[in-house]
Each structure stands twice: as C-alpha cells, then as structure tokens.
C-alpha cells in the first residue's frame, strides 16, 4: 500500500551540485505534485518542516534510503529549499498541567486502534457517554498544535481521562482529556504513526506500548513517561511500524510494513527483499516470543533489469493495518499488502490467519493474485516494474470479526480494490459474499478502516480522483449477513475545490457509536451520519488555524490515516494528513457537547 510520508528523492543516485529548485522539478515533481496519482506530500505541505527535519529524514529517518547516496552538501541545499518551518524546543513544552493537578479518575477508555480485540471501532454508550441526540451540539473544547510536523499522524488512545498519541518528529505525547494539558512527552528514534496501547506490565504498573519507523517498539512509563524497554523487530533498512500493535493479556502483538516500494525507482536498486510480519512481544520484557512472515519462502535472485541490477523476489506483503484477535480461539488475523517484485505469491491483498500462541499460519485467503507493484512502475524505464504488474489494490484496513445472531461469524475486509469481502474465519476463509462500492484503485476503495456493529457495517470510500475531486468519496452501510447495501451517501461537493490537496475522498476510518457513524474527509470536513438512513447530523471543517492550549501555531488539513476517537463523552482526532497527496497539518481536536 502506498501510505506513506513519502519520498524527497525518487533516485538515489549522487546528484551533481547545482540549484535545488532545478534538482527538485527533475527529480521529485513527479511525485510531490497533484497533477497524477501520486503519494507524496506536496510542496507546501513539506515546507512547514524545518530545514533540520528534512534533513534527519534523509540522514537517518524514512528518507535514508534516498538520502545515503547524496552528498552532505546536497542534503543540506535540498533541507533548506524543502523546509521553511522552524524548529520548536520540547524539554519546556507548552501547556504543562500545573503542580498539583488533580488526576483524572474517570473508567472509560478507547485503548489502542479499534477500540476492541476484534476492530469493530464501535464505541458502546457506557464508554462512548455521548448519544446520537447530542452530536449536532458538539462543539470544539481545546486545540493542541503538534510541534516539528507537517502531518498529524497517531490517532489519539484515551485511557482513564488521559490521552496518548505519536508525532511525525518520533515525539509521544501524554495529556489531561479535559484540558489538553502535557503530563510528559517522550521521544522515540522515529515517527510515531500507531495508536498507542495502555496496559499493566508489572504488578501496579502501567505502560504505554507503541511502535516507531525504525521497527523499534517502547514500552514507556505512564506514571514517569521513563522508557521500560525497547526491542528492535527488523534489521530490514526499510521496514517499519505502521499499524497499531495489539495488545492482549501479557502480549503485544506487532505488524510490520515497509516503504520499500519506493527504492525501486532507482534502476540500481536491487529490488526487492522486504517480507511483511507479524511478532508477538512479552508485554513485560519486550521479549519477542515469536515471529512471523507473510511470505514463507525469504527472497531469492530472480533476473537482471535492464540496468544490469540482480532483482529479488519474492517480496512485500506488507502488515500496514492493526491485527484483529480472537481470544476464544486463539487466532490473530492480518491483512496484507502487494507484493513488490516477481514471483508472485499467495500471500499477498491476502487475509492470513495465525495462531496466537505459536506464530503458526493456519490459513490464508487470498483476493488479488498477481498484484505485485513499485515506484518503478510510474517512472518511464520501469527498470523494476515487476513482469506481473498488478492494479496496487491491496488491504490497508483491519479486518473486522463479528457473530451474527444465528451463531455463525465473519472475517469482514475492505479493500483498496472497492470490494468488500466476508469470509468465513471457521472454514478456511471461504468466501460467504462480496459487495462492490467503488470503482477502486491504487488511491480507491476503503483504505483506512471500517465500523460494524452486530447487525450493520459502515464503509467510507476513498476514489481518490485528483483529476476530479469531487468524484471521489461517500459512505455505505452494508448488512452483515448478506452484504446487501442498506445505504449509500455520496460526498458533498468539497468547499476547498480548487485548493491542491482537496478532494471529497473519504479515506479516514469510520467510527461508530450507537446511532451515528463518524467519517473523514481529505477536504478536511469531519461529518457524523445518522446510522438509520444516512442522512447527516453534524459536520465540521477542520481545514483552518486554531488557536492551542500549548501556544503552538496549529492548523488543520485533510483527514486520513486515523479516525476520531470518543470517551466520556468527548471526541478527539488528528487533522493534517500530508501524504496520498493531502492538505498537510498539525493540529489535535477535542470536542464535547456545546464545548463543556
């Protein structure tokens, strides 16, 4: 899937010295521009990093990969014409809660990605204290602006009126619900993008559990926001953490992905040797207990490109999306993504099923065969385009498991592809039904993540048309029984037309409380539909400054990545999302009814 904050550099070739503004029209406009398909931030977007963060990115961040074979003088020249923004300090942050501040005692919680085991992200009225009659009133209570960042990237964990969440700069954040005042902060070594997980790891204490870009995973101290432990999943250079780990009991169950797919581009890259995978960890030590690849079988030489490069294969099948448990059988289920280069294999747009305890692969199911994909494919030698090239309409979101009324239960997945697909986790992953909602493709169908409760699930699609923008987005809710469409409400017309970056696409996850479903929009529009027939009760345009509790500058973009999250009868989500082409960000929400 191609979900990333995506690349400065497209080659990774040494480039001569000469003017920035001339390397990056020949190098990156094909990617950092809304004129095609691409998954890039755009220009104005990268501008509110600092010339220093640019510069990490390349040196030892996500972009290392694409800055090692430049000079220092040229990731300088390229820091400084990229990034204008200026560097915030965080050992005095803004908004601290005040000596003495009263801690919160409240019980409700959305812990973590899907709100439960099975990523059903359907908050219940006794968590959720907020009805559907009180939506229409919800007003914004407080605004936090996200320091060093052009995206806001972790969607917010609320556990007992605090609240957790990862930045673009690696930072992690704990506030008070209420107030959005900082506890602490603690600093990864890169990206913090996944939900945050809190749970105990020793007799009365509590951590936060998270992953970073570097496949390193933190179990970090509530009370002292000090660092327990962290343990290293990958030594791939590429690979990282970008769906949210799972915690259950005394394990923490990981998904690993990777940008890989970008390398290719460089017809000297020896594409491709990254293998999605899934690692439980001892919630206590950070022991990895086991490990497992999507694709069995490590990569071998395949042929030569045209550059005379030894290509590898087989490759990808990228975790990009939270696992989904089932405690009673003791089986995780994950979606996959393409595959990067050839052979191709049934492992990838596949649904694996793994059991729990050992890590065994007990089944998968795959819906895609020969969707192997690259940056290679959009440049004009395809040196690394695969042979099997396929449409790059892999599962970006979580499969959700529900039971239906008459005992039996269903896989439910959405794909990139526009269909929806129900299988039977009870028989191998049979299909029991399919229902299309979009025309899909490489930006199309769900991306992000869906809501079900036990009779109906909400799917927004994405249709991402940078061409026509207002073509793309809408939401359905499909019966779980059958996958009949009850509903289907199209996206309005995007107020910010005309402005880059803005489209009616809907690529947010849904989020669900009884009687209305929360949904996301890359125009920056956040919009609550009533559940019984679609029609809208509230909606919200983040695209704009606000002014924060923490005195950060702070303005809103395009909703991705992450969904709202609901407790006590607030919401919060994150608005800025700059890659897949969107109107960057940096700025947290809070909302409760009539701003109370």
Not at 86 to 102: F, I, K, N, W
Request: hydrophobic letters at 40%; aromatic letters at 8%; a positive charge.
């Amino acid at each position: 899937m191609r979900c990333l904050p995506i690349p400065l550099w497209l080659v990774c070739a040494s480039l001569p010295a000469q003017d920035p503004a001339a390397i990056f029209r020949k190098h990156c406009q094909i990617c950092h521009s809304s004129d095609a398909e691409n998954r890039a931030p755009l220009p104005e977007a990268m501008a509110k990093l600092s010339p220093r963060a640019v510069r990490a990115s390349l040196e030892s961040g996500s972009m290392k990969a694409q800055g090692d074979p430049l000079s220092a003088a040229e990731r300088d020249a390229v820091a400084a014409f990229v990034g204008k923004g200026t560097a915030v300090r965080l050992e005095t942050p803004g908004g601290l809660c005040r000596a003495g501040h009263a801690p919160p005692t409240d019980s409700t919680f959305w812990n973590g990605w899907g709100v439960d085991a099975v990523n059903s992200r359907y908050q219940p009225p006794d968590m959720a204290k907020l009805a559907a009659a009180d939506v229409p009133r919800l007003k914004l209570k407080w605004a936090y602006g996200i320091p060093n960042a052009n995206s806001a990237y972790g969607q917010p964990t609320i556990v007992a009126g605090r609240l957790f969440f990862g930045g673009a700069d690696g930072t992690v954040y704990h506030l008070d619900a209420a107030t959005g005042c900082t506890y602490w902060t603690f600093r990864a070594e890169q990206t913090v993008r996944a939900a945050v997980s809190i749970g105990a790891i020793q007799a009365g204490r509590y951590a936060a559990l998270f992953g970073d870009a570097g496949t390193n995973v933190y179990a970090v101290d509530v009370a002292t926001g000090k660092q327990v432990w962290k343990t290293k999943l990958d030594e791939h250079p590429l690979a990282r953490i970008t769906g949210a780990p799972k915690l259950h009991g005394n394990r923490l169950y990981v998904p690993l992905s990777s940008h890989e797919e970008v390398s290719p581009a460089n017809p000297a890259y020896a594409c491709c040797t990254f293998r999605g995978s899934v690692a439980a960890l001892d919630a206590e030590s950070g022991r990895i207990l086991w490990k497992t690849y999507a694709i069995p079988d490590p990569p071998k030489p395949t042929r030569k490109n045209a550059a005379g490069t030894q290509l590898m294969g087989p490759s990808g099948a990228a975790i990009w999306s939270s696992p989904t448990l089932d405690p009673d059988k003791r089986v995780l289920y994950a979606a996959t993504g393409n595959g990067y280069s050839d052979p191709s294999v049934s492992y990838t747009d596949a649904i694996l099923a793994i059991d729990m305890d050992t890590g065994s692969l007990l089944w998968h199911k795959q819906m895609t065969p020969d969707d192997n994909w690259n940056f290679s494919c959009v440049n004009p030698n395809k040196a690394n385009c695969p042979e099997t090239s396929g449409p790059d309409v892999d599962f970006g979101s979580s499969p959700i498991l529900r039971k239906l009324k008459d005992g039996r239960r269903l896989l439910l997945a959405g794909q990139k592809s526009g269909i929806v697909h129900a299988l039977d986790p009870d028989r191998q992953g049979k299909i029991v039904w399919q229902t299309r909602i979009g025309k899909g493709g490489a930006l199309g169908g769900v991306q992000w993540g869906m809501a079900a409760d036990d009779d109906t699930l909400y799917a927004p699609l994405s249709d991402q048309n940078f061409r026509d923008p207002a073509s793309a987005g809408g939401l359905f809710a499909l019966r779980i029984a059958s996958g009949e469409k009850l509903w289907h409400t199209p996206a309005p017309p995007p107020a910010c037309a005309g402005r880059r970056g803005c489209t009616a696409a809907q690529m947010a996850p849904a989020t669900l409380i009884a009687g209305a479903v929360f949904s996301g929009s890359m125009d920056g529009h956040l919009r609550a539909y009533s559940t019984r027939d679609g029609s809208l009760l509230w909606d919200f345009d983040t695209l704009r400054e606000f002014p924060t509790v923490n005195g950060v500058k702070a303005s809103g973009g395009s909703l991705n990545a992450t969904g709202p999250t609901i407790a006590a009868g607030m919401m919060f989500v994150n608005s800025g999302y700059a890659a897949l082409g969107g109107m960057g960000g940096n700025v947290l929400l809070a909302f409760s009814v009539n701003g109370q």
